[in-house]
């Protein structure tokens, strides 16, 4: 277990409040800690004692903490007016526009998402609102005229911290009232668990006066909750497993290896080693010889960061006698784009009820040229659908990265839907191809394992982890 | 001298100016003379409470008292009719629900203490 997880099993709650609590002036609207240490509070277990360095909202630090009590108007919970939610009927995907840069044409959704941060920026010293009406607003983001918008106001901190500070001054709830939005989804005021009780209940009152304000506008609002670990408010959150599968050119599958949990910091060297390590492998026993031609594809399920590439970057570096190219694809499962084929029927579904299923779909294997680097490809056909009520199969986005030196997307498109064709678990064809769904079974079997007590993936190491034990 | 110099100038004044203002704008209970005037009494909770500290006054969650609360733990408590203009101010939709008191004095006794709501001015 990790220092993250082992962090996350003492904050949960064990149902005793600590025994220290009940001497703390924010019991009630807190409700005390309960993490197991019966005798230590959050102030006695996260507080520095108000370091100037700290930046958390604390009692100990009482000039701050009273400004910041000016700012919410005190730790009170009942005193907020009760929020305001209509009805809304949300599809079950609903796509997130930033821009209208890389579209000619509006897009035809009947729901979408915007940023509230790109709607609102400062000129002149005024935060202030792209637009003043909701056509002016929908055609400023190329989004259908009649579209309904939801905002979604989760983003990093900076961004809140502005409309924390401007919105009062320019009177943002009254500006976004004006622009007919369906929905307006808290900002996302960090709640860290390893804190001192104050800071998380000012943020979360932040974020319920943010919402009283626009609800009192007439908007209509959704609270937001989320919590997490973090070692401090700059500190990185997140810890990460990459799991990764090889196959060599001809499809063949050739080993699988997990990078360590470590922090964000030390990711690309931690990617790094572990590629050198597999390339290492590879290099030994496919017998690559000095000046030969190696072209390295990377498929993977979410966009590649410069981390990321970096690391790729200076392993190539490092390999030095080959001369190799590379291609860093980013395998898109959500997203709002379809295929049509007005031409098909469908295929007969053979459930008692004469239905024909994949009605419109495009036969496997078509694919459509979005861009230079941009190819959506249908994985999954008419005959693939399993029943008619399974409606529209979506097909796959494959994006190229702009760091690769090898951008044949014709090429890599093919790759994509060989390896769809290719799946040791079925004789049929897989929706996605192996490489990534193969990291998905892994990753899914590693996530249940993980819960077993003596569990190390350590024990993956070997034989097991070359065969195909996850299928 | 230098125009960015001169902008860099033009800037800290500007920044200094807003935020005298935003302290001028801040409301502040030191206007109300019967809550300034008043010495509170408040009955301990905790030990540990010498004279000259500055402890922060905080409405209790039953509204029925005003918490004395040093760092996060409550050493006193006030409570009855003297805390009531106390708790009423504190309690204030838009309050900030929170004013530094000063302890005037500490009975060896019986532990209570004598408050005054601090003004910043070195008073009580």
């Known amino acids: 277990m990790n220092a993250n997880a082992r962090l996350r099993l003492e904050l949960r709650p064990s149902g005793v409040v600590s025994v220290a609590c009940q001497s703390c002036f924010l019991l009630e609207p807190c409700g005390g800690l309960n993490n197991g240490n019966l005798f230590l509070n959050c102030f006695n277990q996260f507080c520095c004692g108000g370091n100037n360095d700290c930046d958390h909202v604390c009692p100990y630090k009482p000039d701050d903490y009273r400004r910041r009590m000016f700012e919410v108007g005190g730790m009170r919970f009942d005193d907020l007016p009760a929020l305001r939610q209509s009805p809304l009927d949300l599809p079950r995907y609903v796509p997130m526009v930033h821009h209208a840069y890389r579209r000619s044409d509006p897009l035809k959704a009947g729901v979408v998402a915007l940023d509230p941060y790109m709607i609102f920026c400062l000129r002149d010293g005024k935060y202030a609102a792209v637009a003043d009406d909701p056509i002016t607003l929908r055609r400023h983001f190329k989004v259908a005229d009649d579209a309904r918008i939801v905002l979604r106001g989760t983003a990093e901190d900076r961004f809140l911290e502005r409309y924390w500070e401007h919105r009062k001054a320019e009177g943002v709830a009254a500006q976004i009232a004006r622009l007919n939005v369906s929905l307006f989804i808290g900002p996302n005021y960090s709640h860290f668990l390893n804190v001192p009780r104050s800071d998380l209940l000012y943020n979360r009152k932040r974020q319920l006066v943010c919402l009283a304000e626009l609800s009192e506008a007439g908007v209509s609002v959704a609270p937001m909750g989320s919590a997490r670990v973090s070692a401090g408010r700059l500190g990185e959150a997140q810890r990460v497993v990459g799991i990764t599968t090889v196959f060599s050119g001809d499809g063949n599958y050739c080993v699988s290896t997990l990078s360590r949990a470590v922090p964000f910091e030390d990711y690309a060297a931690e990617l790094l080693a572990s590629l050198q390590n597999t390339i290492g492998r590879l290099s030994k026993s496919m017998g690559w010889q000095p000046k030969e031609h190696v072209r390295l594809v990377f498929h993977a399920f979410k966009p590649l960061k410069e981390a990321e590439e970096e690391a790729v970057k200076a392993l190539i570096a490092s390999l030095g006698d080959y001369d190799v190219e590379y291609a860093f694809l980013h395998v898109v499962e959500n997203h709002p784009i379809l295929l049509f084929d007005e031409a098909q029927k469908g295929e007969p579904a053979y459930d008692g009820r004469n239905g024909m299923k994949g009605v419109y779909a495009p036969e496997r294997g078509r694919y459509l040229r979005l861009s230079g680097h941009e190819v959506l490809i249908t994985l999954t056909g008419p005959r693939d659908v399993k029943q008619a009520s399974d409606g529209m199969p979506r097909p796959v986005l494959l994006r190229l990265g702009r760091g690769s030196t090898f951008n044949d997307m014709t090429y890599l498109t093919r790759q994509v839907n060989t390896f769809a064709c290719h799946s040791w678990r079925s004789y049929f064809y897989s929706p996605l191809p192996v490489t990534i769904l193969y990291s998905e079974l892994i990753a899914r079997l590693l996530g249940n394992l993980s819960t077993l007590p003596q569990w190390n993936p350590i024990q993956l190491v070997g034989r097991i982890g070359e065969g195909r034990w996850f299928l | ?124």
């Open chain 2, 1 to 124: 001298m230098g125009e960015n110099v001169l902008k860099g100038q033009v800037k800290d004044f500007k920044k200094g100016t807003d935020r005298t203002l935003k302290d001028m704008a801040t409301p502040t209970l030191f206007d109300r003379p019967d809550i300034m005037s008043t010495v509170y009494t408040a009955a301990p909770v905790e030990g540990g409470v010498t004279k000259g500290d500055r402890l922060e006054a905080h409405a209790a969650a039953d509204g029925r008292s005003v918490h004395l609360v040093k760092g996060h733990v409550v050493v006193a408590r006030i409570e009855g009719d003297g805390a009531k203009s106390l708790l009423d101010a504190l309690r204030e939709p838009g309050s900030p629900g929170v004013v530094t008191v000063r302890v005037r004095k500490v009975s060896s006794v019986s532990g209570f203490i004598e408050a005054l709501v601090d003004d910043g001015k070195g008073a009580g």
